[in-house]
Each structure stands twice: as C-alpha cells, then as structure tokens.
C-alpha cells in the first residue's frame, strides 16, 4: 500500500539556521498539507498546497515558512531561521483530492530540534 | 474558524470493556469527521471516518457516531484490547471551497489494561 515518506526523521539544527524538511506524497495525489506537533499537543494545520500554489495557511505559517514542490515528487517545507518554538514533529500528508471529505494519509514526521 | 474539543483527556479500561471518546465541533458548516490512532512516535493513522450525510458508521469493534444538530461525535470501541492503547484524535474539516484543512481536538490516550 502506497505512503507518504518523509526525511529526514530527525533533524537537529542552531536557532537561527535554516532547514528543509523533505516529504513525498503518495504518487497520485494532488493535494498536500503540512501539520507540526508540539511535543504532548494536538496537530496543528500549517499550509495546504494545490496546483503549484498554497490553498490556505493558518497564522502559525508565517514569513519565515515556505512550502515548494520542486519536482513531480517531493513537497518541501523550509523554515527560513529556526527558533526555540519551532521545535515539534512536523507531518506531512497528502490526499487524492481536495474536497473536505478526502482522507488525508500522513508520513512519519520529522522530528525538528532546534538548539 | 473551526474548534474542536476532545474528552476525556484520558482514559484507562480493562481489556474487554467499551471504550468512548467524544468530541464536539462548532462550525455547522463541517461536513467530514475523521478518528485517527496514534501510537507512541508514530504517524497517525485513520481508523474510521464520517460524512455527514451519515449518522453512524461501524468497523469491526469500532464505531463513529455524529450529532449533526447538537455537532457532535463519538468514537465508540468495543472489546478493548490492549492494543488499542495509543492517543486518538478526532478532527473535523469545512470541505468547501478550499478549505480542506483538519482541525484535530486535543487527543484521547487510551490505556487498555490486560
């Protein structure tokens, strides 16, 4: 059965660097999405993505986020200059179509410690 | 936007008993109601799902209930065993427009006790 894969699992990196987190969608879904996990917290959604471009993003997504799909497989979110709090485990996940009521499959997460 | 509570935080039973995890919504404009079952750091991973042109829907031991009027739905789980020991969530999505987004509740960590 298909997943979504996500590298690396864990990331360690100094406040103040940038990182990338890498993810691939199962291959024939066209939506994808971006949550984080605060440690013992619920799942926040970041960012939605669709056609090359983001569908929505909460308040958490700001300037310091940016999401791409540089190829026909990977999703990539960067953060521009990593604080304390942006410490959590960060899932992707995709669906096969946008509507509301498509399951969303998520990878493993990327666990991100910021020093 | 959309808020979801989640109760109870926690939740111990006996293997074999019933297990029930509620949750309520606050847009009426949500229309699909996903559980997913997180085991210690792993990915979530749905167990079962509801639209809400559906009131009930049932998968072996597990069960999904919702309360369009009072916006609300359960998780209902039958025979525990411990297995079944992980956090769930509930999460609930607009569906329209783009809005596709889930927002999850708080989490449920269940402990089924052989």
């Known amino acids: 059965e298909p997943e979504v894969t996500q590298t690396p699992s864990h990331q360690v990196t100094q406040m103040g660097q940038e990182v990338i987190l890498r993810c691939v969608p199962i291959?024939?879904?066209?939506?994808f999405y971006w949550y984080r996990q605060i440690l013992g917290q619920k799942v926040e959604f970041l960012v939605s993505?669709?056609?090359?471009?983001?569908?929505?993003k909460s308040e958490i997504f700001d300037d310091q986020f940016s999401v791409e799909r540089p190829d026909g497989s990977n999703f990539t979110l960067k953060i521009r200059s990593t604080k304390l709090e942006d410490s959590a485990m960060y899932f992707c996940?995709?669906?096969?179509?946008?509507?509301?009521?498509?399951?969303?499959?998520f990878g493993p997460g990327t666990r991100l410690t910021v020093l | 936007g959309e808020n979801v509570e989640q109760h109870p935080s926690t939740l111990s039973v006996q293997e074999g008993d019933s297990a029930v995890i509620k949750c309520t919504y606050s847009?009426?404009?949500?229309?699909?109601f996903p559980w997913y079952k997180q085991e210690l750091g792993k990915r979530p991973q749905l167990i079962i799902d509801?639209?809400?042109?559906?009131g009930e829907k049932k998968d072996q031991r597990i069960a999904v209930t919702l309360n369009k009027t009072a916006k609300h739905f359960s998780l209902h789980i039958t025979e525990t065993q411990p297995e079944d020991s992980a956090v769930y969530f509930c999460?609930?999505?607009?569906?329209?427009?783009?809005?596709?987004?889930?927002?999850f509740g708080k989490g449920t960590l269940l402990t089924v006790n052989p």
């Open positions: 847009d009426s404009a949500s229309n699909y």
């Open positions: 509801i639209r809400s042109n559906v």
């Open positions: 996940a995709s669906s096969r179509q946008g509507r509301g009521t498509d399951t969303q499959y």
């Open positions: 999460a609930a999505s607009l569906g329209g427009g783009s809005n596709y987004k889930l927002t």
């Open positions: 993505f669709y056609n090359n471009e983001i569908s929505e």
């Open positions: 291959s024939n879904h066209l939506y």
